[in-house]
């Protein structure tokens, strides 16, 4: 029997599908430091035959490893295949790799809407693959662990959804919260629009500026409000409101809820319900979170404040959205999903400063 | 008669009390541009006698003035004295300078809230000059014009207050919103924070940074609250939360209303209501306002949306904190006591990129 | 007679070719403002029929002209047009601009070098309009200013050139520096990229960054040793390496000569040889140039230093590379053509903090 | 026997003086990380009594240690002490701590300049510890690794004189540059200046900005040229001009040195050369550093370039000023110190984006 915090070093062949992009470099960034994971393969249609610390100087050193084309075979080999990809690109191959045996992980937005109509009018397509749609559990393990553990595919939660989850989701559990008029203000780097050339975001458009933008309707409206209905126990209505950080990292998420006892001890609900989360740090009272604090870390940091104790809960919550909000989430799901330790390869601290 | 657009050259003698914060040098840039204003005296206790193009190298080759020490004589021979103060400074000389004949554009929180306790109550100190806190008049040109003409002694509005002010007055002089629920989520960049040596507002601290800050309570808050009731006519409740952005200038106000009534058209209103102001520009429909469109300029940018029809009002509103948040205003605030043209020496677009 | 600082009232008619760029804006930001302009067109194929205010919202209550297509016809209305356009571009239109009595200043690097065969090799194209580049005056105006005023055809400086040239010159000029052996060691801000969408650009790959680029040669260059040879009368050898500096505006130029004379009094040369300049300001003896302190503003800082009194001179300058490195610098040239003072709508402090 | 790539776990106490700053952080931040390093003391006069993690949010969940008072019983437990303290602290500590076995790694200039009599002038103060300025050894790896095993008491370089000696190092060991002209122009993030308040260093002053500073004299100066004339074996003559960068970590050194052989293959040479190096990655030729290539990691990056074959070389070296520049690189000589892989607790790839 192993000694404990020891265990088999049977490595995990990992694939990852559309690794040019921020995610797929910051699933590269993590995996390299994790001692169970092998990487076997990563794929990109354009970047083939590159290696990838060409494109990913960082990485120099590190890894010596080519990007491939795209190709079901190779893939089948893996154990766990993550997609890095825009939407809409999963859709396509997961049914052959599943069948296959092997489980994936998908960061994109294709399996994490329930329903498909919904899907289909938040991202102007039809979807590709409906029949796994209901199989897809959504990879939140803080409300979601047990159904991680034993799932074929996960659909890793947005970045701005994780944040507005795990805000509201004490207030919610505990029916403490008016869900008829939440609203979610959040704010986000640069980093979430991806690496792809766009004049908004060059530094001379989103550096030294602040703005909101998808106001009328965001995609990641439907899926944060069936998170926060599943939560509730019943349907919620949001106002969400993104915004654009002159940052490169980080997402900041400040949440407004009226709340239905004034005199719930917001501080004890919110410590007692993270107490053992392994990612999730409520802040004491009278402190703020910093995006900093975060970054390139899996934390999530919680604050919440009920300002002049005038029945209105002011939650502030912040995660480095290439981590918690994406590839670092993704690590924590790999890790329920092959029974590691849920920290493993994502140990370190923020850097700060 | 003159002809249009010329006026008699009588120039407007001017000094300003505490010119060595960022308040300070930013009036000393508007108004070396400014054509009937002399500058004749500039204060500081710290710096008397030192050039002020020394500690501020923009103004080399603009402006030929050394710091002085505050003296009542000498500002006494003013048409009119801004105080760019800390709080707490200008009530001790104010009466001195009006017994003189001198106008005061005070641009501290000294004279904003009529109520002394609640003024008091908010900035930790004995108020020095209450008898004068009535008279004083609160120098939001777009709300109080006519006011203002004839004032003797102007406080100048709040940096955050002039956004979220200027962001609800529509909809509250028509009564249009819940008012006992009002929302306000803030930004600002670190110029708001003054020039004063600090370890939060380094660059190393504050940059690729975001937060909030002072949710529990910040002084802004009953400035606000008050502006807001004078224009509803009735008490207001707002909660109010500020966060610092890693930008030098720019405040961001999102603002949440529930609407009384959804089915008003919000841009039209918003238009209707702005049309005429020189400094507010409402942008078209589907449009959002950007901190940097506005930098260094005087200009308010306001967009309003109603999410997904459901009866919230979101209003987008983008100001420079030093210029319309604070030195601007002040000038705009001259232009109309000294019954010049209200764009006088504020004409220069933001500069952008 | 004129009373001084009167002068007849007839405006100036102008047009500018490609106004979609960092260029572009720039002019437009300074003409709105200058008493003597009357902008009639502004062209772009791309965006032809869209509201400049549209593409770039600074200018909103400031200018109502749309872009139109470029038409040589509508261009010979004008007394002077500018060209905001990439290299290559110029070439083609110039000659019937000239031909139809219209003055030119070009922003590009069309005209700019006067061996064609230099110019061929460096821009990997064919000149276009070969027989004019003799006739085109280099606009430098603290090298040129005589030239320039009897000039059909200017070629406007280039950003890092403007720098670079004023910072050597007064050493140049007196034969104090060892011309075999010159280095410029600078950094320009992202703008210098110009406005289209790249990846190496985006805020996420710019911002907390700092590399160099074009070390084993810059297209600058030549520009820069064509004009060093000039100013010294004898042929050059420059060792340039251009940086990217995570900041939207400014070039900082550090220049580093071996000084013939070590006991020349650096500070008193450079000193007398900008006394007159009404936009060079040599900075008193200890101070450092930051780029900052030209933000927005027409001029160029400089200092001068021999470290440890070892022969060798470092000289620091800094410009905005958008004014004065390019639509400021292009303004002056403007004002000194039609016999304007100098510093005409270009007299507004640089924007600090 | 061990088996490659295991050995046996005895921990290595360490306590740090003076760890409010940023190396301070940063050296938390990488031995929290280390499997060989167990943190028995922290000390800080200032903040003694007060958790670690609440002066730096980033290590909540990772470290629960209080800073304590500076006290040498305490610290005469450990194996190793680091100090992180501005210059002139360690000098009266080191001593007793020697004495009682323990080792040093001091992070300061107080050790580092083998003349005294250099160091009392640059420092101007007497030195406090002359008797063993001839014992410590100069802690650069890759000059000095052989003498660092041994040693008692390492003086940690700085962080400018890390990148300007390795990037001369292959040039000056093989006689190839002229070295009575060698030039180094450097830039630093904001954290090179420490975590101490200051208007300067403001993000309202320094973002946005670029300038030099200590140009007449750096502290650095003396340093980096005893480090070149022991690489040289003959005295040398450096021009060093620090730049001040908009970026919280990173250092860049563009180095110019002329090349007795022009006909050398410089980028063979530097490949060589650093072939066997853990931490000095040379590039392909035609790629230059970028300094976030080594955010948060312990690399050097460098490029060597020949431009135009004039007879130059131009060297490009990128650290980060926290972690090769001091606080890796300390870690880097404890896990030579105590015969551990050198780059234990090391091996994290750069954040990027």
């Known amino acids: ?15 990852i599908v559309g690794g040019t992009g921020y995610t797929g470099v910051e699933l590269l960034r993590l995996l390299v430091g994790h001692p169970r994971v092998e990487l076997v393969a990563i794929t990109s249609r354009q970047e083939a035959g590159r290696g990838v610390a060409e494109l990913f100087p960082n990485l120099r050193g590190h890894l010596d490893l080519a ?42 937005a294709d399996f994490r809407i329930r329903s498909v109509p919904l899907w289909e009018r938040w991202y102007g397509q039809t979807h590709g693959c ?12 803080e409300f979601n662990r047990e159904r991680i553990r034993g799932a074929r595919l996960i659909a890793c ?30 704010a986000s780097g640069v980093s979430g629009a991806g690496r792809q050339a766009s004049i908004p975001n060059l530094l001379t458009e989103a550096s ?13 409206l439907p899926e944060i409000e069936q998170g926060l209905a599943d939560i509730a126990g019943a349907s919620v209505a949001l106002t969400f409101v993104p915004h654009l ?31 053992d989360e392994p990612f999730v740090d409520v802040l004491p009272a009278g402190q703020y979170p910093e995006t900093r ?5 899996n934390w999530v ?53």
């Open 157 to 186: 939660p947005g970045c701005y959804p994780t944040s507005v989850l795990l805000g509201f989701l004490p207030l919610l559990e505990q029916g403490l919260a008016d869900i008829t008029d939440l609203i979610a203000n959040s």
């Open 130 to 141: 409906p029949e796994l749609v209901a199989e897809a559990v959504y990879g939140l393990p």
């Open 208 to 220: 030294d500026n602040f703005k909101a933008y998808g106001v009328a309707g965001h995609r990641h």
């Open 301 to 353: 940091r919680i604050a919440v404040q009920q300002p002049q104790g005038r029945g209105k809960a002011v939650v502030m919550v912040v995660e480095d959205n290439l981590v918690k909000g994406a590839s670092g989430q993704a690590v924590q799901n790999l890790n329920i999903l092959f029974d590691l330790p849920e920290t493993l390869g994502l140990d370190a601290p923020a850097l700060l400063p």
């Open 245 to 275: 950080l002159p940052i490169i990292r980080g997402i900041h998420s400040t949440l407004y809820a009226t709340l239905t006892d004034p005199e719930v001890d917001l501080q004890a609900l919110y410590e007692q319900r993270y107490r």
């Open 293 to 297: 604090t975060v970054r390139g870390a």
């Open 1 to 15: 029997m192993a000694a404990p915090g020891f265990w088999p070093r049977i490595m995990i062949k990992v694939g």
């Open 67 to 108: 990007f491939s084309e795209p190709d079901v075979e190779r893939l089948a080999g893996c154990d766990l295949v993550f997609f890095a990809t825009p939407h809409g690109v999963a859709q396509a191959t997961v049914p052959a790799l599943l069948a296959r045996g092997v489980k994936v992980i998908d960061l994109s």
